[in-house]
């Protein structure tokens, strides 16, 4: 079955740390999201990607890096900058490429990861 | 970005009644769609409404759309234990992506 998988379920950061998410998707989808949600809170846009070797930086992307080697795989790193990365964060794919027919298109979601700071 | 609004934030009901969720947002959208999710888990699509559309249905959903307020609504009709969950609306248009902040439905058996 197609799909989207966010690894590991649960990290942990020491102060100082970077950190990388990942995600992967077997769907063929040309668009790859990363959002962060609190508790409580709807979900904001860190970086997006239409296409390989290609991405764009969301509402919140300060303190946040992204790489699109690949079609299938999308990682976050959580750097050291972002002072406050404790947060639930969900990783997302849609079909095409381009604005605006991606925002058109319904988003699958992994199941995300949960971050904490040590 | 300006977030959408939802209402209520939260909202109780007993099995087998209506649950209605409203939608706010600012800017002018393309489309707007409907996302549940469980607890702890991703977001799940359950339906999408285009800007020159007013209702849709799919099964027990409905889903209306008045551009002129700005706002849309979810109903969610013979309610079941298993409908428990967050519901989100995401506004899109060109270049933008806007999630509302959730209403939390419980669902008693």
């Known amino acids: 079955d197609g799909g989207i998988t966010q690894s ?11 950190v990388t998410l990942s995600c992967e998707q077997n769907l063929n989808h040309d668009a790859m999201y990363w959002y962060r949600q609190d508790p409580g809170q709807g979900l904001r846009l ?6 390989v070797n290609d991405f764009q930086k969301g509402d919140i992307a300060e303190g946040y890096s992204v790489s699109r080697e690949k079609k ?6 959580v ?4 002072k ?30 949960r971050l904490s700071i040590l | 970005s300006q977030q959408g609004e939802e209402d209520p934030q939260a909202l109780s009901i007993q099995e087998g009644e209506n649950a209605t969720m409203n939608c706010s947002y600012k800017t002018s959208i393309n489309n707007l769609q409907w996302y549940r999710q469980n607890s702890g888990r991703g977001l799940v699509h359950l339906i999408l409404i285009r800007s020159n559309e007013r209702e849709k249905h ?16 979810l109903l969610i009709t013979a309610s079941r234990a298993a409908d428990t969950a967050s519901y ?20 008693k058996p």
């Open chain 2, 88 to 107: 989100f609306c995401l506004g899109s248009n060109t270049g933008k992506l806007i999630f509302g902040q959730g209403t939390t439905l419980q669902v």
């Open chain 1, 79 to 82: 750097t050291s900058a972002q």
């Open chain 1, 46 to 51: 860190i970086y997006y990607s239409q296409i």
């Open chain 1, 84 to 113: 406050n990365p404790t947060a639930f964060y969900l990783c997302a794919s849609s079909i095409p490429r381009g604005w605006p027919r991606a925002s058109n298109q319904p988003q699958h979601f992994g199941d995300g990861t």
């Open chain 1, 8 to 18: 590991p379920k649960y990290l942990f950061r020491k102060e100082g740390q970077n």
């Open chain 2, 58 to 73: 799919s099964g027990r959903l409905r889903v209306t759309l008045d551009t002129s307020k700005k706002s849309s609504s």
């Open chain 1, 72 to 77: 299938e795989s999308f990682p976050l790193t």
